[in-house]
Structure formats: structure tokens, C-alpha cells
């Protein structure tokens, strides 16, 4: 059975920073390409952040290009969001997601498998 399960959130000020982390079993975790979403309060998900499965390339949306970054340790099946500089418009429920390939996509219908997210809020 698919699982992945997202922790590192909390409740931070602005210009400070987290590192999600997203731990994935039940599946070849290193075949796949990954993605970090988010759902802020009232809004539908984006894909902030994705990587191949082998990490040799990765996507950013424009809104957090220079302040994240997305990276993967595939002997730990684990996937990472560092996030520095963050803003209040940050603030979301993060989540992380499997594709379905080896390559990224930028569609969310192509992350079949979503773990259950973890918040994240940025007030001062």
C-alpha cells in the first residue's frame, strides 16, 4: 500500500525558514518523480516544487523560485522542501505527491498518490 506521510510544518515569522519532510513506503520510491503541492486557506492546490526521480532535474514555481528547494534521498525514501524567506502568503497546507514516471509533470491529475499534508503558517 502506497503511503506518504509529510512532517516539518509549524508556525514560523516571516524571513524564517522550515525544511518539510515527506516519507514514502509501499512503492519503488526511486522510480518516480515527486512533486510538493499546496492548498492555501480557500484556494485550490499548486504544485510549488518537483523533481525527477533521479534528481537530475527539478521545477519551481515562480512564486518561491530562490526560496525553496526541493531535493530527495532515495535511499531514504524521503523527499525534502527547505523553504527559506518565507511570507505570509507561504501559508498553506503542504503536501506531497508521486507521480507516475520517472519525469515530472506539471499537471496535478498526474500525481495519482497524495499524503495527507502538513500546515504551514507564516504570521508575525
Known amino acids: 500500500q502506497e503511503k506518504l506521510v509529510e512532517s516539518g510544518g509549524g508556525l514560523v515569522q516571516p524571513g524564517g525558514s522550515l525544511k518539510l519532510s515527506c516519507v514514502a513506503s509501499?512503492?519503488?520510491?526511486?522510480?518516480?518523480?515527486m512533486g510538493w503541492f499546496r492548498r492555501p486557506p480557500g484556494k485550490a492546490s499548486e504544485l510549488v516544487a518537483a523533481?525527477?526521480?533521479?534528481?537530475?532535474?527539478?521545477y519551481y514555481t515562480d512564486a518561491v523560485k530562490g526560496r525553496f528547494t526541493i531535493t530527495r534521498d532515495n535511499d531514504l525514501n524521503t523527499l525534502y522542501l527547505e523553504m527559506n524567506d518565507l511570507r505570509p502568503e507561504d501559508t498553506a497546507l503542504y503536501s506531497c505527491?508521486?507521480?507516475?514516471?520517472?519525469?515530472?509533470?506539471?499537471?496535478?491529475?498526474?500525481?495519482?498518490?497524495w499524503g495527507q499534508g502538513t500546515q504551514v503558517t507564516v504570521t508575525s
Open positions: 505527491a508521486s507521480g507516475q514516471g520517472p519525469l515530472f509533470s506539471l499537471a496535478p491529475h498526474s500525481y495519482p498518490n
Open positions: 509501499g512503492f519503488n520510491f526511486d522510480i518516480y518523480a
Open positions: 523533481i525527477t526521480s533521479n534528481a537530475d532535474n527539478s
